[in-house]
């Protein structure tokens, strides 16, 4: 079988910007979201603070919303994400 992230519909690339006045501790923000990113069975290491999130575009975009809230939730101060379609996918409104 292929590795779900070579077909996936769509894949989010998701950068925490930790706060040193947040909630928690800069680390702490970061890990927050790799937790949440894990636990949607989506993720892939990206680099030392970003992940990505690849499949489904339904999963891809839920996964996405709970990584960012579980940052924010930690006192991040902001997640920059890039969303891109697979070329071959079906496109929005299309079946």
Do not use: C, N, W
């Given at each position: 079988?292929?590795?779900?992230?070579?077909?996936?519909?769509?894949?989010?690339?998701?950068?925490?910007?930790?706060?040193?006045?947040?909630?928690?501790?800069p680390r702490e923000q970061i890990e927050a979201a790799r937790q949440a990113?894990?636990?949607?069975?989506?993720?892939?290491?990206?680099?030392?603070?970003?992940?990505?999130?690849?499949?489904?575009?339904?999963?891809?975009?839920?996964?996405?919303m709970k990584v960012i809230e579980a940052s924010l939730d930690a006192g991040?101060?902001?997640?920059?994400?890039?969303?891109?379609?697979?070329?071959?996918?079906?496109?929005?409104?299309?079946?």
């Amino acid at each position: 079988m292929m590795p779900g992230y070579t077909r996936a519909e769509l894949t989010a690339e998701l950068k925490v910007l930790p706060s040193r006045e947040g909630g928690k501790a800069p680390r702490e923000q970061i890990e927050a979201a790799r937790q949440a990113a894990s636990e949607s069975g989506l993720a892939h290491e990206a680099g030392p603070d970003a992940t990505v999130l690849a499949g489904d575009r339904g999963e891809v975009l839920g996964a996405m919303m709970k990584v960012i809230e579980a940052s924010l939730d930690a006192g991040a101060h902001a997640v920059e994400v890039k969303v891109e379609a697979e070329a071959d996918a079906p496109r929005f409104g299309r079946g």
